[in-house]
């Protein structure tokens, strides 16, 4: 599952107000969406750069980057531990050696995974909307709305061809 479905899932859930588990992380990854936002703008992408969209001061650019930079290499770890434990229970799965009792253990150990990738998401979270003004939230939860909006979209159009 790529970073961008993850996190328009997670935001999803989490803006939804949803408690139910998902089969992505229920916390927003707003470092990754703001990465992403930025790598894509790189690229010419005509949506407009996120810091542009929220009107952020220079000030906040410069904090939202450091708290980015601050939780990048964990989430980045955290994200590739998940990724390779979900590949070796796939392997598991399709293989002939592992009996029940250790994919049972090799899934737990992912849902460990998967909790520790959230915490520490929700905690890059916090830090980020520390940042930002009430008016500002409110304008990033539409533009997550769009988001998931446009997300759906996708998934419709894919399913329709």
Do not use: W
């Amino acid at each position: 599952m790529s970073i961008r479905r993850i996190s328009a899932i997670a935001m999803l859930v989490f803006f939804c107000g949803s408690t139910g588990a998902a089969i992505a992380s229920p916390y927003p990854a707003i470092p990754e969406i703001i990465a992403q936002n930025q790598q894509q703008n790189q690229r010419g992408n005509k949506q407009g750069r996120l810091f542009e969209q929220l009107n952020l001061t220079a000030e906040q650019k410069q904090r939202m980057q450091a708290v980015r930079d601050r939780y990048k290499d964990q989430i980045s770890q955290r994200m590739q531990a998940v990724r390779q434990a979900r590949q070796e229970l796939e392997t598991m799965m399709s293989g002939t050696t592992a009996n029940a009792s250790q994919m049972r253990d090799k899934h737990r150990q992912i849902m460990g995974l998967r909790q520790q990738l959230e915490e520490v998401q929700f905690e890059s979270m916090m830090a980020m909307r520390e940042v930002l003004t009430a008016e500002q939230r409110s304008r990033l939860a539409q533009l997550m709305q769009q988001r998931r909006q446009n997300v759906r979209n996708r998934m419709q159009n894919r399913q329709q061809q």
